[in-house]
Nanobody, 125 residues
Framework: QLQLVESGGGLVRPGGSLRLSCAAS????????MAWFRQAPGKEREFVAA????????DNGDSVKGRFTISRDNAMNSVYLQMNSLETEDTAVYYC??????????????????WGQGTQVTVSS
């Protein structure tokens, strides 16, 4: 079971940027597809982005395309989410997630079974 710890959240003004980090331990990080999800108050959890084990395949949610970038560093056992052009609608708790998939499987948007505790991102003027 992979343990995940997010960091980098905070308060930012609309149009600003933040970079979230997620540090993994307790498993072979390079075996896991990684993803970011978010949940705003009163709303369902939303897929943000996912990245394959090698980092060569990326999937972005429609609401963040062109603004957010997911990346990973397998040597550092970490995954990142660079968030630019932030909007008030991006306010949410952001969660890092992981799951093992076959290297030949499509990158999933669901079924993740390892989760971090979340980090709050607030976009407000």
């Amino acid at each position: 079971q992979l343990q995940l710890v997010e960091s980098g959240g905070g308060l930012v003004r609309p149009g600003g940027s933040l970079r979230l980090s997620c540090a993994a331990s307790g498993g072979t990080f390079s075996n896991y597809a990684m993803a970011w999800f978010r949940q705003a108050p009163g709303k369902e959890r939303e897929f943000v982005a996912a990245i394959s084990q090698s980092g060569r395949t990326i999937d972005n949610g429609d609401s963040v395309k062109g603004r957010f970038t997911i990346s990973r560093d397998n040597a550092m056992n970490s995954v990142y989410l660079q968030m630019n052009s932030l909007e008030t609608e991006d306010t949410a708790v952001y969660y890092c997630a992981a799951r093992v998939i076959s290297r030949w499987s499509p990158l999933p948007r669901s079924g993740y079974d390892n989760w971090g505790q979340g980090t709050q991102v607030t976009v407000s003027s």
